[in-house]
Protein backbone atom coordinates (compact mmCIF):
# COMPACT_ATOMS: atom_id res chain seq x y z
CA UNK A 1 0.00 0.00 0.00
CA UNK A 2 0.81 3.52 -0.91
CA UNK A 3 1.53 5.98 1.89
CA UNK A 4 2.55 9.85 2.57
CA UNK A 5 5.01 10.94 5.08
CA UNK A 6 4.94 15.10 5.53
CA UNK A 7 8.09 16.08 8.26
CA UNK A 8 6.23 18.64 10.59
CA UNK A 9 2.58 19.24 11.49
CA UNK A 10 3.86 23.09 11.36
CA UNK A 11 5.79 25.42 9.94
CA UNK A 12 6.51 28.98 10.81
CA UNK A 13 8.10 31.58 8.24
CA UNK A 14 8.40 35.44 7.58
CA UNK A 15 6.88 36.94 5.07
CA UNK A 16 9.34 37.20 2.44
CA UNK A 17 11.21 33.73 3.73
CA UNK A 18 11.68 30.29 1.56
CA UNK A 19 8.99 28.08 2.14
CA UNK A 20 9.85 24.16 1.96
CA UNK A 21 7.43 22.10 3.06
CA UNK A 22 8.35 18.06 2.62
CA UNK A 23 6.59 14.77 1.52
CA UNK A 24 8.32 11.41 1.32
CA UNK A 25 5.89 8.57 -0.37
CA UNK A 26 6.31 5.49 -0.33
CA UNK A 27 5.29 3.29 -3.76
CA UNK A 28 5.85 0.26 -5.29
CA UNK A 29 5.07 1.61 -8.33
CA UNK A 30 5.73 5.28 -10.18
CA UNK A 31 3.22 7.33 -8.43
CA UNK A 32 0.54 10.20 -8.97
CA UNK A 33 1.44 13.03 -6.97
CA UNK A 34 -0.38 16.19 -5.21
CA UNK A 35 -0.19 19.03 -3.09
CA UNK A 36 -3.57 20.42 -1.90
CA UNK A 37 -4.32 23.62 0.72
CA UNK A 38 -6.95 23.72 3.24
CA UNK A 39 -7.90 27.33 4.13
CA UNK A 40 -9.63 27.47 7.47
CA UNK A 41 -13.30 26.05 7.00
CA UNK A 42 -12.71 25.34 3.46
CA UNK A 43 -12.48 22.17 1.22
CA UNK A 44 -9.05 21.15 -0.32
CA UNK A 45 -7.74 22.92 -3.17
CA UNK A 46 -5.44 21.51 -5.81
CA UNK A 47 -2.01 23.06 -5.97
CA UNK A 48 0.22 21.57 -8.22
CA UNK A 49 0.00 17.58 -9.39
CA UNK A 50 2.99 15.19 -10.76
CA UNK A 51 1.84 12.70 -13.44
CA UNK A 52 4.51 11.78 -15.94
CA UNK A 53 7.17 14.00 -17.67
CA UNK A 54 8.71 16.99 -16.04
CA UNK A 55 10.12 16.41 -12.74
CA UNK A 56 10.10 20.09 -11.73
CA UNK A 57 6.20 21.12 -11.57
CA UNK A 58 4.96 24.69 -11.05
CA UNK A 59 1.42 25.05 -9.51
CA UNK A 60 -1.01 27.96 -8.22
CA UNK A 61 0.12 31.06 -5.99
CA UNK A 62 4.07 31.01 -7.08
CA UNK A 63 4.74 27.22 -5.22
CA UNK A 64 6.46 24.26 -7.04
CA UNK A 65 7.34 20.96 -6.83
CA UNK A 66 10.57 18.87 -7.40
CA UNK A 67 9.60 15.10 -8.15
CA UNK A 68 12.89 13.01 -6.79
CA UNK A 69 12.32 9.35 -7.31
CA UNK A 70 15.46 8.52 -6.07
CA UNK A 71 14.73 10.57 -2.64
CA UNK A 72 11.11 8.86 -2.84
CA UNK A 73 10.65 13.04 -2.42
CA UNK A 74 8.03 15.55 -3.37
CA UNK A 75 8.53 18.44 -1.71
CA UNK A 76 6.51 21.78 -1.96
CA UNK A 77 8.74 25.50 -2.24
CA UNK A 78 8.10 28.74 -2.75
CA UNK A 79 10.96 31.37 -2.94
CA UNK A 80 9.00 34.22 -0.68
CA UNK A 81 6.22 33.34 1.81
CA UNK A 82 3.14 35.87 1.86
CA UNK A 83 0.61 36.72 4.70
CA UNK A 84 -2.12 35.22 2.37
CA UNK A 85 0.07 31.47 1.92
CA UNK A 86 -0.94 30.68 5.62
CA UNK A 87 -3.36 27.40 5.68
CA UNK A 88 -2.98 23.62 6.08
CA UNK A 89 -1.29 22.40 3.07
CA UNK A 90 -1.79 18.39 2.51
CA UNK A 91 0.61 16.04 -0.10
CA UNK A 92 -1.40 13.32 -1.39
CA UNK A 93 -0.66 10.09 -3.66
CA UNK A 94 -2.87 8.17 -5.74
CA UNK A 95 -3.12 4.47 -4.69
CA UNK A 96 -2.91 2.96 -8.17
CA UNK A 97 -6.01 0.29 -7.88
CA UNK A 98 -7.35 1.37 -10.97
CA UNK A 99 -8.93 4.43 -9.58
CA UNK A 100 -8.12 7.45 -8.24
CA UNK A 101 -8.19 7.17 -4.50
CA UNK A 102 -6.48 9.60 -2.83
CA UNK A 103 -4.09 8.82 -0.08
CA UNK A 104 -3.21 12.29 2.02
CA UNK A 105 -0.60 13.36 4.77
CA UNK A 106 -1.39 14.43 7.91
CA UNK A 107 -0.82 17.98 6.87
CA UNK A 108 1.71 20.64 7.63
CA UNK A 109 -0.26 24.11 8.85
CA UNK A 110 2.36 27.27 7.62
CA UNK A 111 2.10 30.28 9.58
CA UNK A 112 3.15 33.10 8.04
CA UNK A 113 4.48 36.22 10.59
CA UNK A 114 4.69 39.54 9.39
CA UNK B 1 -23.06 23.45 -11.11
CA UNK B 2 -19.48 25.39 -10.62
CA UNK B 3 -18.08 23.18 -8.09
CA UNK B 4 -19.14 20.64 -5.50
CA UNK B 5 -21.84 21.41 -3.33
CA UNK B 6 -22.08 20.03 -0.16
CA UNK B 7 -25.20 20.20 2.46
CA UNK B 8 -25.24 21.03 5.42
CA UNK B 9 -22.19 22.82 5.84
CA UNK B 10 -22.37 22.07 10.01
CA UNK B 11 -24.42 19.55 11.73
CA UNK B 12 -24.63 18.96 15.28
CA UNK B 13 -25.90 15.64 15.96
CA UNK B 14 -26.89 14.27 19.49
CA UNK B 15 -25.35 10.60 20.00
CA UNK B 16 -27.35 8.29 18.59
CA UNK B 17 -29.52 10.04 16.21
CA UNK B 18 -29.06 9.21 12.65
CA UNK B 19 -27.26 12.05 9.95
CA UNK B 20 -27.53 12.52 6.20
CA UNK B 21 -24.72 14.13 4.17
CA UNK B 22 -25.31 15.54 0.79
CA UNK B 23 -23.36 16.06 -2.31
CA UNK B 24 -23.88 17.53 -5.37
CA UNK B 25 -20.70 16.95 -7.42
CA UNK B 26 -19.19 18.53 -11.03
CA UNK B 27 -21.57 17.75 -13.47
CA UNK B 28 -20.78 15.37 -15.87
CA UNK B 29 -18.51 13.31 -13.42
CA UNK B 30 -18.61 10.45 -13.29
CA UNK B 31 -16.72 9.34 -9.71
CA UNK B 32 -17.76 10.94 -6.59
CA UNK B 33 -15.72 10.13 -3.47
CA UNK B 34 -16.47 10.73 0.38
CA UNK B 35 -13.30 11.14 2.47
CA UNK B 36 -13.47 11.99 6.65
CA UNK B 37 -11.25 14.19 8.13
CA UNK B 38 -10.48 14.45 11.90
CA UNK B 39 -9.56 17.14 13.81
CA UNK B 40 -5.49 17.79 13.08
CA UNK B 41 -5.39 14.84 10.29
CA UNK B 42 -5.23 14.97 6.80
CA UNK B 43 -8.65 13.35 4.94
CA UNK B 44 -9.07 9.52 4.76
CA UNK B 45 -11.19 7.89 2.60
CA UNK B 46 -14.21 6.32 2.77
CA UNK B 47 -16.25 5.54 -0.14
CA UNK B 48 -16.19 5.93 -3.98
CA UNK B 49 -18.63 5.53 -6.76
CA UNK B 50 -18.37 5.37 -10.70
CA UNK B 51 -21.41 6.95 -12.11
CA UNK B 52 -24.11 5.06 -10.01
CA UNK B 53 -22.14 1.80 -8.77
CA UNK B 54 -19.99 1.51 -5.22
CA UNK B 55 -17.23 0.55 -5.87
CA UNK B 56 -14.96 0.34 -2.91
CA UNK B 57 -16.33 1.19 0.34
CA UNK B 58 -13.27 -0.23 2.07
CA UNK B 59 -12.60 2.91 4.30
CA UNK B 60 -16.16 3.20 5.82
CA UNK B 61 -15.30 2.75 9.63
CA UNK B 62 -18.38 0.40 10.49
CA UNK B 63 -21.97 -0.92 9.28
CA UNK B 64 -23.58 2.51 10.82
CA UNK B 65 -21.92 4.19 7.65
CA UNK B 66 -23.62 3.99 4.38
CA UNK B 67 -23.55 6.22 1.40
CA UNK B 68 -25.69 5.72 -1.73
CA UNK B 69 -25.90 7.49 -5.29
CA UNK B 70 -28.89 6.28 -7.16
CA UNK B 71 -28.82 8.40 -10.21
CA UNK B 72 -24.97 8.57 -10.83
CA UNK B 73 -24.94 12.44 -9.92
CA UNK B 74 -26.01 13.22 -6.24
CA UNK B 75 -24.59 11.01 -3.50
CA UNK B 76 -25.48 11.08 0.01
CA UNK B 77 -23.57 9.33 2.67
CA UNK B 78 -25.63 8.53 6.04
CA UNK B 79 -24.61 7.63 9.17
CA UNK B 80 -26.73 5.46 11.58
CA UNK B 81 -26.99 6.25 15.40
CA UNK B 82 -24.17 8.46 15.77
CA UNK B 83 -20.98 8.42 18.04
CA UNK B 84 -18.70 11.26 19.32
CA UNK B 85 -16.13 9.25 17.27
CA UNK B 86 -17.98 10.11 14.45
CA UNK B 87 -17.08 14.01 14.77
CA UNK B 88 -15.45 15.18 11.90
CA UNK B 89 -15.45 17.14 8.49
CA UNK B 90 -16.48 14.84 5.75
CA UNK B 91 -15.27 15.78 2.29
CA UNK B 92 -16.75 15.03 -1.05
CA UNK B 93 -14.90 14.61 -4.28
CA UNK B 94 -15.81 14.70 -7.88
CA UNK B 95 -13.80 14.00 -10.93
CA UNK B 96 -13.85 12.74 -14.37
CA UNK B 97 -10.64 12.47 -15.97
CA UNK B 98 -7.20 14.05 -15.76
CA UNK B 99 -6.28 12.86 -12.03
CA UNK B 100 -7.65 15.64 -10.34
CA UNK B 101 -10.14 15.84 -7.90
CA UNK B 102 -12.47 18.72 -7.08
CA UNK B 103 -13.60 19.16 -3.77
CA UNK B 104 -16.27 20.54 -1.73
CA UNK B 105 -16.17 22.64 1.06
CA UNK B 106 -17.13 19.60 3.37
CA UNK B 107 -19.78 19.70 6.20
CA UNK B 108 -18.12 19.26 9.69
CA UNK B 109 -20.19 16.79 11.62
CA UNK B 110 -20.47 17.64 15.79
CA UNK B 111 -21.77 14.58 17.95
CA UNK B 112 -22.73 15.78 21.48
Known amino acids: AQSVTQLGSHLSVSEGALVLLRCNYSSSV ?20 YTTGA ?40 QNTGFQKLVFGTGTRLLVSP | G ?8 YKVAKRGQDV ?46 FAERPEGSVSTLKIQRTQQEDSA ?5 STNSGAEAFFGQGTRLTVV
Request: charged share 15%.
Open chain 1, 30 to 49: PPYLFWYVQYPNQGLQLLLK
Open chain 1, 55 to 94: TLVKGINGFEAEFKKSETSFHLTKPSAHMSDAAEYFCAVI
Open chain 2, 2 to 9: AGVSQSPR
Open chain 2, 20 to 65: ALRCDPISGHVSLFWYQQALGQGPEFLTYFQNEAQLDKSGLPSDRF
Open chain 2, 89 to 93: VYLCA
